[in-house]
């Protein structure tokens, strides 16, 4: 199993950044894809972006595509999510999730960070 635990979330100015970290413990050396997804008040949770944990290939929602940038660091089982020309429709609580070789859905979730953006 793989245990993950988000930091970096808080309050800032529309057009401001922040950054999300994720690191994941546990079975890591099973992990195939990590992703972050967000939920705000009232609505469902969305994909924000994805990176293969091995080679780095990315993948982004249209919403985030030019503004955020996922990475990687695998020496410190960390992913993270950089967030640039915040807006008030990224206030969120955004979850880093991980899904393993050959599985179909996400499976280890964290307990989310909270991201408000003021405007």
């Known amino acids: 199993q793989v245990q993950l635990v988000e930091s970096g979330g808080g309050l800032v100015q529309a057009g401001g950044s922040l950054r999300l970290s994720c690191a994941a413990s546990?079975?890591?050396?099973?992990?195939?894809?990590m992703g972050w997804f967000r939920q705000a008040p009232g609505k469902e949770r969305e994909f924000v972006a994805a990176i293969r944990w091995s080679g780095g290939s990315t993948s982004y929602a249209d919403s985030v595509k030019g503004r955020f940038t996922i990475s990687r660091d695998n020496a410190k089982n960390t992913v993270l999510l950089q967030m640039n020309s915040l807006k008030p429709g990224d206030t969120a609580v955004y979850y880093c999730?991980?899904?393993?070789?050959?599985?179909?859905?996400?499976?280890?979730w964290g307990q989310g960070t909270q991201v408000t953006v003021s405007s």
């Open positions: 999730a991980e899904r393993g070789f050959g599985l179909p859905d996400y499976r280890s």
């Open positions: 546990g079975r890591t050396f099973d992990i195939y894809l």
